[in-house]
């Protein structure tokens, strides 16, 4: 982080700049960053009370804040704010917002989802991830569609949102013990053009592999005996690349 110059330590802080890399992430004063996205000075101390929490778990800190102190209207002025962290905070709002169904949270990550920056495509899966965990078979139903969406960024958001084990996130019982739960989003994107959207899918059945071996074995024994698509083959490869040499 001491390799980020100052003057774009700065910048991230007044939300005038976007991060390039996870390190100039790790280097903003979330502190300082919600005083000029405007957030008032009660929020800023617990802000500043919560600097040895671990990155997602200010994230999620801040997004409680923002909750708190600018309600359900907060999340759409966030999310459209310059700063990628400060619209990963609205992505955790949408995520903790009371009362909300399943589908709401999803409906308002979506422009999230799909946003030009890497991180906010992580957050946005990120911050919705616990009701995702709570409701998966409802989840596969309402991503389900999103698998034929245009944009590879949406299309991957079907398969990273509900990976098994996931990244940084709760794990999902349901598709450890049970994947086939999860083909209608994988079979959509079997032989998916984009390495983005493959990568995602791949990983999802890594993630099933570490207690579904077997299963896993045959759907990818399954898809490359009915295709030759080089698309298909690498998500296989990838997807089985932690299993022993059967």
Known sequence: MGDVPPGVVEKLNRGERETRELVEAFTIDFAVLMRHAGLPAPALKRMRGGASLSYTKRMRLAGELGLEHLGEPGIAALASHASD?????????AGLAPGWSLG???????PLADDPHFGVREWAWLGIRESIAHEPAASVRVLEPWTREPSAYLRRFATE??????VWARHIGLFKEDPAMGLPLLEPLRADPERYVQDSVANWLNDAAKTRAEWVRDLCRGWLAGSDCPATARICARATRSLPAS
């Open 85 to 93: 962290t400060v619209r990963g905070w609205a992505c955790y709002m």
């Open 161 to 166: 949102a509900t990976r098994p084990r996931g």
């Open 104 to 110: 709401r949270r999803i409906a308002c990550v979506r």
